[in-house]
């Protein structure tokens, strides 16, 4: 599919290429007079396809990493630096100050979500509405975790004055399929946890960072945030190398993480928080309300084209149902809109990986050629940047599209008799994220639901899997996850239990008594934030 400029509404069409020049280390934009990258959409703006340029980044190697690491670490200044030792509150003016800023960027990054990613408009302001009310939650949630250790314990004679330190340094890398979203439900909270960070944008969805450059500048001390542009091996594997990063914050792909990890001389030091892939299955159970079923199940397969850790990426129907069910599916696919971003009710877009297309295909030529067969009419069918979304039945366990997590528009039904059969697949996975189970009689759904919350993390009743509300706790079991990313459990995974403890005698009274009365202490303090 290709769209005509004139098509394209007058909001939402590239007047100006974005050639990104400036980076963030140590609190200065500097100027990148190196190589570049150019940055393409696979979205056309022309009558005829081809894909648009966007602009370009700086391609950054070994000695800017190691120029942001070395800014990093003489802002953290050994837990000596200005941030890690300011008191809650002004840590936290200084992550409103940047929110602020951030609001008034909407437009612009709403705009970039659409061309670098194809994230649909709706979709796109909700990426970034929601991020918005992530950064508010965990302001909120940082005042309450600080009220509550605004006290003194004591037990057996000694007292404790416990709170959350930081780890040190932080290298944060986001995925492309959520570039804001994601990228800062990492970032965020470790920064305002007192640590120092260097983030290197995704591959995809990198110049949307760019208008947020100078509120990260003017709203945190230098050093604090650092920020690179380039390939995450160029870039990340020279920091990890060095030894000196406390934390590898990462969203994306297990391989990746490993990678990395390996790279650092003393990973028992290494604290990880990973976001990584998944297999989500659903599981249609006989009774399963099957219009609400199949709406939950499209949903849940075809949201940002199956391009999400969270999405269904195998469906397990029992037998009793499995005609209506694929029927109805494979016609409630084909009935789904494809187009641009900012097209009225579109539900497929243009996929943000040129090479993606061909990848699908050779999943479907695999399936196809081991005894599967495209149940939907469009399935398989070719644009010039996208492939439709193809309904594979029946798949079987030597099928590429069942070991892979194929993050893309295809989709393996298998049908089962037993309900082991799915269950004892979910626990040979390597994944262990989420599932989604389809069904109302309680005497079947109690058991089910006992073993598999020892499967996965979280267990979706009638609805399709997903990472919100925020709030909720989002993590996953062997390969899926490693600490728990939500607004209350983040602020833990990227801080540790530190505390000041004193016998109770009169020297040790009087001296604690001292350093409220003085306010001296950041850290001893029982000042309450309102």
Known sequence: ????????????????????????????????????????????????????????????????????????????????????????????????????????????????????????????????????????????????????????????????????????????????????????????????????????????????????????????????????????????????????????????????????????????RLRLVLGLEAKNPAIILPDAEMQLTIDEVVAGTTSFNGQRCTALKVVYVHNEVKDTFLKNFAEAIDGLKFGNPWDDGVKLTPLPESGKPAYIQELIDDALAKGAKIINKKGGQHFDNYIWPAVLYPVTKDMRVYQEEQFGPVIPVLSFEDIEEPLDDMAESNYGQQVSLFGKDVYTLSPLIDTLVNLVCRVNLNSSCQRGPDVYPFTGRKDSAQATLSVHDALRSFSIRTFVAFKDNELNNETIEKLLETKLSNFVSTDYIL
């Open 1 to 268: 599919m290709s769209t005509i400029k004139a098509a394209i509404p007058p909001e939402f069409q590239i007047q100006t290429l974005i050639h990104q020049k400036k980076y963030l280390v140590d609190g200065v934009l500097r100027e990148w007079e190196g190589a570049t990258t150019e940055v393409y959409s696979t979205i056309s703006s022309r009558e005829e396809y081809q894909p648009t340029l966007l602009g370009s980044i700086p391609d950054m190697g070994e000695p800017e990493a190691k120029d942001a690491l070395e800014a990093a670490l003489k802002a953290y200044d050994k837990g000596k630096g200005v941030w890690p030792t300011m008191h809650v509150k002004d840590r936290i003016e200084s992550m409103e100050k940047f929110v602020r800023q951030m609001e008034t960027k909407r437009d612009e990054i709403v705009k970039l979500l659409m061309w670098e990613i194809g994230k649909s408009l709706p979709d796109s302001q909700k990426e970034f509405d929601r991020t918005v009310e992530y950064i508010y939650d965990t302001i909120e949630d940082y005042k309450q975790l600080d009220r509550n250790s605004a006290k003194f314990q004591k037990h057996d004679g000694v007292y404790a004055h416990i709170k959350r330190g930081p780890l040190g340094v932080v290298l944060c890398l986001g995925p492309y399929n959520y570039p804001l979203n994601e990228t800062f439900a990492l970032l965020i909270p470790a920064i305002i946890m007192g640590n120092t960070a260097i983030f290197k944008p995704a591959k995809h969805g990198v110049l949307l960072i760019t208008p947020l450059l100078e509120a990260f500048q003017n709203s945190f001390p230098k050093g604090v945030i650092n920020i690179l542009f380039g390939r995450g091996r160029a870039v990340a594997a020279p920091i990890m190398q060095t030894g000196k990063v406390d934390a590898l914050a990462l969203i994306g792909n297990s391989k990746s993480a490993n990678a990395l990890q390996s790279q650092h001389p003393k990973s028992n």
